[in-house]
């Protein structure tokens, strides 16, 4: 793949090397869960193109006790993935630790992740999500009964600054976690009010830092290039980052990662052929996953408009592109493209992924009133586990 020369930029004194627990990784990259996009096909093609931790989409601590099909179906990891990562996502402390005492008693993870981050209406209505750590206790019993269950696995969190500026949870929940054992605390930079507008907090993120000094703390949001990533630690110090929309159509973005963290100025500039080479690696590897080359073929769709952004492939091909059933129809439109059409540099990077606009977050009656779990809220709580994209 071609590259270019990328900027001078500062690197944190230890850029190699990021220890989660016993997990040594050797680039400060994790790959934040995303609902519908991280499953085993994704990361599979993230981590031929780079290093890091590939976590999976998120999982609800219900469905897989009850083992649902689609939750066992998702905690499935390739042979090749040598570091199983697995992210949970429950409401009741029970339930998440018979949940993670089943991933390792049957040895199913080397790594857990609980989010508390996804700020769905759907989900913070209930009390979960990004609403959760308001009640201090519902959290740190969640958090505590988690990592107690783990016991050698290394068991981490994800969250939100809180749910908006006049109710951030962020530190108070860090402390608790921190006091609980977790191996990692990632914290995305905005809140749930701001969903994925405007401009990523990053101030937040050196603030937790600050606080917590023991513990490794990554950073997440707005990272849509190896230097903003490299930029975020050396303006935040946090131990890492966490990449979710950057790396949407560019799974190439895990190689400028390793590159910059160690110090190579390195940047992916793929022409047209590399990103149909891509774009195709990936409809196989779903082919894969799906064991169904028609499904594979309509969850590609979704990543059509993200591989190809900027390059000059016209309205109608896209379209026929989102409108394949099949791998021979990719191969046939995917020939008609000119693999020598270059790089399109700025028009190519950037955010991606949709962002939404800020809004109230919709909360159960009356949450706001105590910090501690009232009797009231436990119906709403019951309700909330359902499989939402969180982060």
Not at 12 to 25: R, V
Not at 54 to 66: G, P
Not at 233 to 250: H, K, M, W
Request: net charge negative; charged share 25%; aromatic share 6%.
């Amino acid at each position: 793949m071609s590259i270019l020369t990328a900027p001078e930029a500062e690197t944190t004194s230890d850029p190699n090397k990021l220890y989660i627990g016993p997990i040594e990784l050797d680039v400060p990259v994790v790959l934040a869960p995303m609902a519908g996009i991280t499953n085993t096909a994704f990361r599979r093609l993230c981590r031929e193109y780079g290093a890091g931790l590939y976590v999976s989409e998120m999982i609800t601590s219900r469905a897989l006790v009850e083992r649902t099909p689609e939750s066992m179906r998702l905690i499935r990891h390739h042979e090749s993935e040598t570091t199983r990562s697995i992210q949970l996502y429950g409401v009741d402390p029970k339930t998440v630790r018979e949940a993670v005492t089943m991933l390792v008693a049957e040895d199913r993870a080397d790594h857990i992740d609980l989010n508390f981050g996804c700020p769905v209406a759907k989900v913070t209505r209930r009390g979960g999500g990004a609403a959760l750590p308001w009640k201090r206790d519902l959290f740190r019993d969640i958090v505590e009964a988690a990592v107690a269950a783990a016991g050698d696995i290394p068991l981490t969190i994800k969250m939100r600054k809180g749910i908006d500026e006049d109710h951030l949870t962020y530190l108070e929940a860090a402390k608790a976690a921190q006091g609980a054992g977790v191996a990692s605390i990632a914290l995305h930079a905005r809140t749930a009010a701001e969903f994925y507008s405007g401009t990523a907090d990053w101030s937040a993120i050196a603030k937790l830092k600050e606080t917590i000094t023991d513990t490794p703390i990554l950073g997440n949001g707005d990272i849509w290039s190896a230097e903003d990533a490299i930029r975020m630690v050396a303006e935040t110090g946090a131990d890492g980052v966490v990449v979710g929309r950057g790396c949407l159509g560019r799974p190439w973005l895990f190689g400028d990662l390793a590159a910059a963290f160690k110090g190579e100025k390195l940047k992916a500039m793929p022409s047209l052929g590399e990103v149909a080479v891509a774009f195709r690696r990936h409809a196989q590897l779903l082919t894969e996953f799906f064991d169904e080359e028609d499904k594979a073929c309509r969850d590609i769709r979704k990543h059509v408009a993200w591989y190809f952004k900027g390059y000059p492939i016209g309205g109608e091909t896209r379209a026929a592109l989102a409108m394949s059933s099949s791998l021979q129809e990719l191969d046939d439109l995917l020939g008609t493209l000119d693999p020598d059409v270059p790089y399109p540099g700025q028009e190519a990077e950037g955010p991606r992924g949709r962002a939404g606009s800020p809004k109230k977050p919709t909360l159960p009656y009356g949450w706001l009133d105590s910090r501690e779990l009232q009797e009231t809220d436990r119906a709403d709580l019951t309700a909330a586990e359902e499989h939402h994209s969180g982060g």
